[in-house]
C-alpha cells in the first residue's frame, strides 16, 4: 500500500487540475499551479519533475507496489494468474478516486503530449510483467515470446476494460469488468490452480497412417481450459 | 507499396543520421541537419514535423500501406491471420535496409524522447490492426476485448522477434524469426483454415451430476489447436 501523501502534493495536485478543466493544459504554467495552491515554484518540483508528472500522481508508487508484488511471488504462485493479479492493482489505482481518473482519462485524450506520457506509463507497467514471467518462464522454449506476448495481452485486457468503465463517467463495477477481462487471459494462458475434471486414456491402435489414437472423455460442463489442459498432458506437448 | 521518396528527403535523413550518431540527437540542430544536406529549413520541414520524425521517415507509409491492406481484407481472410500478415509488412521496412534498423535501434534505446515517439508509432500499429479486428468480430460477445488482445499479442510477438534481429545488429532472418513469433499467436487465436482432423461425438447420459459426456477421439498426431477447435464446437462454447 501505497505511504499517506503529502498534503502539500495533494494540493497542487487539486491546484493543477482545477486549471488544467478551467483553462486547458497547455495554457496552464506551473507559476499558476503554484500560485493556486499557495506554494513556492520549488515545492512543485519536490515532488513533480515537470508538468505532465502532476496529471499522474499516483503510477510511480503503483508501479513500485507493482514490482514489490512480483518479487514477493513464489513458485507456488501460477505466473499468469500472477501478473494479472499484479494488474489489478493499477485498477484499483483508478478506481479508488473514480471522479478524478475519470476528469484525467477526459484530459488526456485532449493534449497529445499527454496520451504519450501515458503510452510511456503503461509501457513501464507492461514490462514490468513482462521482466516477470521472463524469470518465470526461463529456460522453457520461446520463453521470452510468452512472457512478451502475454504480459501485452494482460495490459490489452486490463485497459479495455478501464477504457470502457473511465468512457462510461466511471459508472458500474469497474472491479469486475476487470475481472471480466483478465479471466480471458488466464482462461487462453494459465495453468489451471486444481486437478483436471475429465478422464482420459489412449486407446490401442487405431486407423490410418499416424497409427496412435486418443480417445477423451469429459463432461460437458467441465471447463474448456480443464480439458485443453489433460489434452496437453497426454499428448505429451508443453 | 511506398511511392519512390524524394532525393532531398533521403539526403535530410542520411545528413540527420550522420549527425546523431557524432555529436548525439539532442545535441544536433535542424539548421545543422540542412547545412549538411545542402538544403534549406524549409526543405526540412516540407517532409519533417519535427526532429523526431526523420528518425522514423517510413513509419507513416508504413501505416498507410497497413491501413489499405486491411481495407482490402473480405470475409474469406481469417482475421487473426490477416493481422499476422499486416503486421509483417513493418518487418519488410526494417528488413529492407538493415543497417539503418540497427543504427536507429541503437539511437532509439539512447535518447528518451525518441523512445517515447517510438512507443506512440507502435501504439498506432497496434490500433490499426485491432479497428479492424473489432470490425470482424463486431456483434461477437467480447468482441472488443479479443480484438484489443490479440492486436497486442501480434505486435509484442512482432517486436519481440524484431528486437531480437535488432540486438544481434541485423545478422540472422528476420522474416523466420518474426514468423515463428506470429505463429505462436496465430496457433493461439487463429481459426484453422482447414478441416480438423478430429473426429467427435456426443455420447448417451454420463455418470453423475451434470450428466451429460463428450467423447472426443483424436489422432495423436492432430495439431492441439485443431482438438480445441473440434471440443469447442462440440462443447458449443465461443
Known sequence: MPAARPPIRDALVAAAFRLFLERGFEQTTVDDIVALAGVGRRSFFRYFPSKEDVVFPDHEGCLA???AFLAASGPEHEPVRRVCDAARLVLRMYAEN??????RYRLTRQVPGLRAYELSVVWRYERALAEYLRGRFAGRPDGTLRADVIAAAVVAAHNNALRSW??????????????????YVQTTYARPADAPAVRSGPAGPGPGPGGDVVVLVSRRDAPLWRVVQELETVLERP
Chains 1, 2 share one sequence.
Open 98 to 103: 473514480p471522479a478524478f481518473s475519470v476528469q
Open 65 to 67: 507496489d507493482m514490482t
Open 166 to 183: 473511465l468512457r462510461s463517467d466511471g459508472v458500474g463495477d469497474a472491479g469486475a469488468a476487470v475481472d471480466h477481462a483478465l479471466a
